[in-house]
T-cell receptor, first 109, second 111 residues
């Protein structure tokens, strides 16, 4: 059975304090590893897709990386508007998205 | 355009009502999904349509009935729901082996 585990559950940072979110996965036949941002009461917003170990993607203050067992979402010099829940999801041979439980990020001014 | 549009945004219904949620995408995606999300939990897959055919039903109670009238539209018909069915209902679409794009959801409250 495919599994995706995210840590930490919650993270509070001061504005400008860089950190990383972790996503560990056990997926048969990984087809893609996805990162989403979700604001309260809204649908998940797509951020990145990673397909193979060693791949990296960047967007503004966010950088996603992938190894054979984990993905990291690095947040550099975060701002309060980066506060949200960040969801990791993996798609395997079953073709369904398996979501992690998310990391709730709060960036304090 | 990476937009998935869901209507209505909010819905309050009684346990004896019948209502429908609607979803539309114009990205040419051939897979469409319904998810249910409770507060502080990740989305849970309910149904998958692939090329307008139901390919996955995650043991969802029959009071939820999906319909895919064409490749751009997805409906979720609701009947005789329970208060525990109150949640954020999300529609998504994707191509093969690519990211899914989500709508903003319908906040459903069953009274």
């Amino acid at each position: 059975e495919d599994q995706v585990t995210q840590s930490p559950e919650a993270l509070r940072l001061q504005e400008g304090e860089s950190s990383s979110l972790n996503c560990s996965y056990t997926v048969s036949g990984l087809r893609g590893l996805f990162w989403y941002r979700q604001d309260p009461g809204k649908g998940p917003e797509f951020l990145f897709t990673l397909y193979s170990a060693g791949e990296e993607k960047e967007k503004e203050r966010l950088k996603a990386t992938l190894t054979k067992k984990e993905s990291f979402l690095h947040i550099t010099a975060p701002k309060p508007e980066d506060s949200a829940t960040y969801l990791c999801a993996a798609s395997g041979s079953a073709r369904q998205l398996t979501f992690g439980s998310g990391t709730q990020l709060t960036v304090l001014p | 355009d990476t937009e998935v549009t869901q209507t209505p945004k909010h819905l309050v219904m009684g346990m004896t009502n019948k209502k429908s949620l609607k979803c539309e995408q114009h990205m040419g995606h051939r897979a469409m999904y319904w998810y249910k999300q409770k507060a502080k939990k990740p989305p849970e897959l309910m149904f998958v349509y692939s090329y307008e055919k139901l390919s996955i039903n995650e043991s969802v109670p029959s009071r939820f009935s999906p319909e895919c009238p064409n490749s751009s539209l997805l409906n979720l018909h609701l009947h005789a729901l329970q208060p525990e069915d109150s949640a954020l209902y999300l529609c998504a679409s994707s191509q093969e082996r690519t990211e899914a794009f989500f709508g903003q959801g319908t906040r459903l409250t069953v009274v």
